[in-house]
């Protein structure tokens, strides 16, 4: 059983930065994809971010040019880096990895940005 370890969310003002990390029990080599999703007060979670075994990258609208995803096989990490925050992501930001079979949700890591 893969655990996903979120890190790095908090309170933050408007125009700060942010990095989240995702650290997971197994090799991320092993997952085909990893991702940051979030989900807003009173709203559904979606995509932010996601990076592929091969280093391909994909980001929400929303977040592209502020936000980067990176990974770090040798430490089993996933990290996002979020800049220029707004108050609308406001959100609890969590990883989730899969492989073809399995898909694995962290427990989630706050992010509060202040106006």
């Known amino acids: 059983q893969v655990q996903l370890v979120e890190s790095g969310g908090g309170l933050v003002q408007a125009g700060g930065s942010l990095r989240l990390s995702c650290t997971a029990s197994?090799?991320?080599?092993?997952?085909?994809?990893m991702a940051w999703y979030r989900q807003p007060p009173g709203k559904q979670r979606e995509l932010v971010a996601g990076i592929s075994s091969g280093g391909s990258t994909n980001y929400a609208d929303s977040v592209k040019g502020r936000f980067t995803i990176s990974r770090d096989n040798a430490k089993n990490t996933v990290y996002l880096q979020m800049n220029s925050l707004k108050p609308e992501d406001t959100a609890v930001y969590y990883c989730?990895?899969?492989?073809?079979?399995?898909?694995?949700w962290g427990q989630g890591t706050p992010v509060t940005v202040s106006s």
């Open positions: 989730k990895a899969n492989t073809c079979a399995i898909v694995t």
């Open positions: 197994r090799s991320i080599s092993l997952f085909n994809t």
